[in-house]
């Protein structure tokens, strides 16, 4: 079975400022990964994913994480943000291999607020 | 290619009353989803189908029925809603990696 952590239901962050949102997972299996990103009143849109081979991925919009298979992390960063950047993202894992592969399990999701 | 559709995007029903929701995907994909989203909950599985006329509980499937008659069309049916089931219903489908999701559908049970 897998699951997912995200720290913070709610991070803040100046524009031009560090994003940083937290990611753990456990799961029996090799991993996964994903970040979705949600803005008001649309669906979930993927910004990035982690299968196999580099551990660092980019995504769309300068989003980047990295897969650390020791910390059981895949933290999602971004140099400098921008308001446009103001959204609810979801980490999400699913188990590569085995009869439920193609289940996701989702994490409840971090609110970014960018300020002026 | 329109990707994942969801109908209707806003519906209001009084407990008691039925109806269903209506998923469509244009990508060919074996797999769809059905979740729900709440406040504070995440996204959380209700059905799911892993190809034609195959359907599966998720985590919370009660109250819910799903079919899949069409590889194409995954349907939610709520048969007696009541006002727990007020909530964001969101379809997804996917090959072997990455779901895709549908706009949502805003459900107000009154």
């Known amino acids: 079975a897998q699951s997912v952590t995200q720290l913070g239901s709610h991070v803040s962050v100046s524009e031009g400022a560090l994003v940083l949102l937290r990611c753990n997972y456990s799961s029996s299996v090799p991993p996964y990964l994903f970040w979705y990103v949600q803005y008001p009143n649309q669906g979930l849109q993927l910004l990035l994913k982690?299968?196999?081979?580099?551990?660092l991925v980019k995504g769309i919009n300068g989003f980047e994480a990295e897969f650390k298979k020791s910390e059981t992390s895949f933290h999602l960063t971004k140099p400098s943000a921008h308001m446009s950047d103001a959204a609810e993202y979801f980490c999400a894992v699913k188990a590569y291999g085995g009869g439920s592969n193609y289940k996701l399990t989702f994490g409840k999701g971090t609110l970014l607020t960018v300020n002026p | 290619n329109a990707g994942v559709t969801q109908t209707p995007k806003f519906r209001v029903l009084k407990t008691g009353q039925s109806m269903t929701l209506l998923c469509a995907q244009d990508?060919?994909?074996?797999?769809m989803y059905w979740y729900r989203q709440d406040p504070g909950m995440g996204l959380r599985l209700i059905h799911y189908?892993?190809?034609?006329?195959?359907?599966a509980k998720g985590e919370v499937p009660d109250g819910y029925n799903v079919s899949r008659l069409k590889k194409q069309n995954f349907l939610l049916g709520l048969e007696s809603a009541a006002p727990s089931q007020t909530s964001v219903y969101f379809c997804a489908s996917s090959g072997q990696e990455t779901q895709y999701f549908g706009p949502g559908t805003r459900l107000l049970v009154l």
């Open positions: 990508m060919n994909h074996e797999y």
């Open positions: 189908s892993v190809g034609e006329g195959t359907t």
């Open positions: 982690y299968t196999t081979g580099a551990t």
